[in-house]
């Protein structure tokens, strides 16, 4: 169900950064774009995004099918399960510093969503999710963030569309 509500400051569609939590119940080998064959191994990921645009917008795009994947995540997305949206609002792109903190934790897909900067990648795997929401959440404050959690279960995906 695509979020309806855009994230809102003062009237204006608020930019930020994101970060994306998916689960992956079993691993697969998918081509993924320019990076072709990829093998996404069973566990959970988080994938790092920033929004100048509108984070709402955003993740609407993420959470609905397409029948062209436009950025490496909508290859992966309909094989797993969104599960959470961490949220950063800010008006300055965070999402290089965000994915810095978790490729320090975390196995790092390289390339993965960086291939318009230098970092080794912007998804990230575990095999388990709170150790990745924890480190997102740490970066995100230490960033000057005020960083909201959405869960994006059918009942916590209406509670997020209520509050973006």
């Not at 697969?28 to 064959?37: D, F, K």
């Not at 309909?78 to 950063?88: F, L, N, Q, S, W």
Request: proline content about 7%; charged content about 20%; glycine content about 10%.
């Amino acid at each position: 169900m695509p979020m309806t509500s855009p994230v809102v400051d003062k009237g204006r569609k608020q930019p930020g950064t994101y970060v994306l939590l998916i689960r992956l119940d079993s691993g697969l080998a998918l081509p993924t774009g320019s990076l072709g064959l990829t093998v996404y191994p069973s566990g959970w990921y988080a994938y790092v995004g920033s929004a100048m645009g509108g984070l709402a917008g955003r993740i609407r795009h993420h959470l609905r099918p397409h029948q062209r994947p436009h950025w490496h995540i909508d290859y992966l997305l309909p094989h797993g399960a969104a599960a959470m949206v961490i949220v950063g609002p800010a008006t300055r792109r965070l999402e290089c510093l965000v994915a810095g903190a978790l490729a320090r934790r975390f196995q790092v897909l390289r390339r993965f969503g960086s291939s318009d900067c230098r970092c080794p990648g912007h998804l990230f795997h575990d095999d388990e999710a709170r150790p990745i929401v924890t480190t997102a959440l740490e970066a995100l404050r230490c960033l000057g963030c005020e960083p909201r959690e959405y869960n994006l279960s059918a009942a916590g995906l209406n509670d997020a569309n209520a509050s973006l």
